[in-house]
């Protein structure tokens, strides 16, 4: 009877990530249903807090020690319906169906590239480093998109309606192609800046925290589309220079 009680909390503990992950899927269906019915601004709220569960079923599960090669499977299959499929079924109602075939290809090719990168992700977690992420992540590609119909009430009605529609085009074929490139992002997962400057990552943190929470719409996009450009950035413009440096350190020493 003892040993029972002990297996039963593990059993528990081991479902609990599943279910904050199965939570995404839930939040990612509700997301299609909504954007089907044209509830875009629902759907983006699916849509962000699927990224909140998807960011909290990982965490739980190192925390607790228990990840798993089939957590892994589970968490690729829900992203895809959350962070691939809803904000391409939102893209084309709102407006890529505007654009004919074109942009039911755009709308389908964001599903595609986004089943890619997840299985490229799977197979290069055990070889792959911890630093950065190999091409976007496929929640960053879903939250821009969310938070782009969230921020364009922010934009004149003139620039809005011919803008917008165009802008939506070039994003979803845009975010395929940083989904399955070779362009490097930040994933956030190494922390030995903050435990060197423990103070300083706590105030950072604060600021962001309030200046997102003054307003999120706004400061919502910009920080994902942000993030978005980081990964060009670096791997365009600070890999080269650093590797150039390397170079004639190199060749100064030799």
């Known amino acids: 009877m003892d040993n029972e009680a002990p297996r039963s909390a593990r059993k528990g503990v081991y479902i609990l990530p599943n279910m ?4 995404s899927l839930f939040c990612g269906f ?5 954007a089907i019915e044209g509830r875009f601004d629902l759907t ?8 909140l569960f998807d960011g909290l079923d990982g965490k739980v599960a190192r925390l607790t020690g228990t990840s798993s090669d089939f957590g892994v499977q589970l968490d690729s299959l829900c992203d895809l319906v959350a962070f691939g499929v809803a904000p391409a079924i939102m893209l084309y109602q ?16 964001m599903v595609a590239c986004g089943a890619l990168r997840l299985a490229r992700f799977n197979v290069q977690t055990a070889t792959g480093g911890k630093k950065f992420f190999v091409g976007l992540p496929i929640p960053a590609a879903g939250c ?10 922010y934009l004149p009605d003139d620039i809005s309606q011919a803008v ?3 802008a939506c085009l070039v994003l979803a074929y845009l975010l395929s192609f940083l989904m399955v490139s070779r362009v490097r992002y930040a994933s956030f997962k190494e922390f030995g800046l903050i435990k060197a400057h423990p103070f300083r990552a706590m105030v950072t943190a604060i ?3 309030v200046l997102v929470a003054s307003e999120p719409k706004l400061l919502g996009f910009l920080f994902f589309f942000g993030y978005m450009l980081s990964g060009l950035v670096y791997t ?7 590797s150039r440096l390397l170079r004639e350190s190199l060749q100064e020493l030799s």
Do not use: Q
């Open 20 to 23: 904050l992950t199965v939570a």
């Open 30 to 34: 509700m997301g299609i249903l909504w």
């Open 164 to 166: 917008i529609p165009k």
């Open 236 to 242: 365009f413009l600070i890999l080269p220079r650093r």
């Open 144 to 153: 821009t998109v969310a938070t782009l119909f969230l921020f364009t009430p």
């Open 44 to 51: 983006s709220l699916a849509i962000l807090a699927s990224c």
């Open 207 to 209: 600021l962001l925290f």
């Open 94 to 109: 709102w407006e890529l169906h505007a654009f004919g075939r074109l942009g039911i290809m755009a709308s389908f090719l």
